[in-house]
């Protein structure tokens, strides 16, 4: 009795395998978000939120 194979993925590197959107988008926001951080620790680029940092980061926390 043979066991039924399934047909190898042919589509897109991309879509297979390790190579999943949600990962490929993960890295995009990691960029971005840097990007983003940098003149704010720079002091550059004010953030206005409810929270002092300190309150925000034992929000995180």
């Known amino acids: 009795m ?3 194979r399934l ?3 042919s589509g897109p590197a991309i879509l297979s395998y390790g190579f999943r959107p ?3 988008l993960g ?6 978000s840097i990007m983003l ?3 704010m620790y720079a002091g550059e ?3 206005h939120s409810a ?3 300190v309150d925000w980061h034992v ?3």
Do not use: K, N, Q
């Not at 890295?27 to 971005?32: D, F, R």
């Open 2 to 4: 043979g066991i039924p």
């Open 7 to 9: 047909r190898a993925y």
């Open 22 to 24: 949600f990962f490929f």
């Open 27 to 32: 890295a995009l926001h990691a960029g971005l």
């Open 37 to 39: 951080w940098l003149p």
């Open 45 to 47: 680029l004010d953030a």
């Open 51 to 53: 929270f002092v940092p």
């Open 59 to 61: 929000h995180e926390m």
